[in-house]
Each structure stands twice: as C-alpha cells, then as structure tokens.
C-alpha cells in the first residue's frame, strides 16, 4: 500500500512494496516515488543490510524487478496491475 492510500490513490506520493526473498535473494521492501521523465526515485530496505539504498531506475527497470519476483512465485504485496498503473501503465 502507498503511503497516502491504495495504490490508485492521485494524492499518494509513493508507493511501498515488500518483495519476498528466496535463495539467495533477500526480502526486500521498495518505496517508489511518482514517476518523473521516465524515472523512479527507488528506497530500498533489505533484509540482513545495514540501511537503505537509495537509486534512480527507469520505469521500465523498476516493473521488471517486480515481473521477475512474480515469475519466481515471490510473494509481492501489491498486484502487478497496481505497480503498473502507479507507474503510469508502463
């Protein structure tokens, strides 16, 4: 869920999305700002790291971190449809 409301929400100025880990991959929490000129201000917490790491990422590049979870079967806590549509229907 965004920080404003659900992810539809127009007013919410970021949307945060827990991806579970696996293997060797972390669990991961991501707070992706509203899109701008095609770029995403990425937080990202993960699990077992000292802080955040903070990145810009295309939009194209942040929802295909999200598609590579689904196709691994990680859990994510919010639906495909919703990140795209946060992402202005990437």
Do not use: H, N
Not at 20 to 44: K, N
Not at 46 to 63: F, I, M, W
Request: charged share 30%; proline share 3%.
């Amino acid at each position: 869920m965004s920080a404003g409301g659900p992810a539809g929400d127009a007013a919410a100025d970021s949307l945060t999305v827990q991806v579970q880990g696996g293997g060797r991959e972390a669990e991961r929490v991501l707070v992706l700002s509203r899109p701008r000129g095609g770029l995403v201000d990425v937080r990202e917490f993960a699990v077992g790291c000292d802080g955040p790491r903070d990145y810009t990422a295309s939009v194209d590049e942040v929802y295909d971190l999200f598609e590579r979870a689904s196709r691994k079967r990680r859990r994510i806590s919010e639906d495909l449809y919703a990140i795209r549509q946060w992402l202005g229907g990437a």
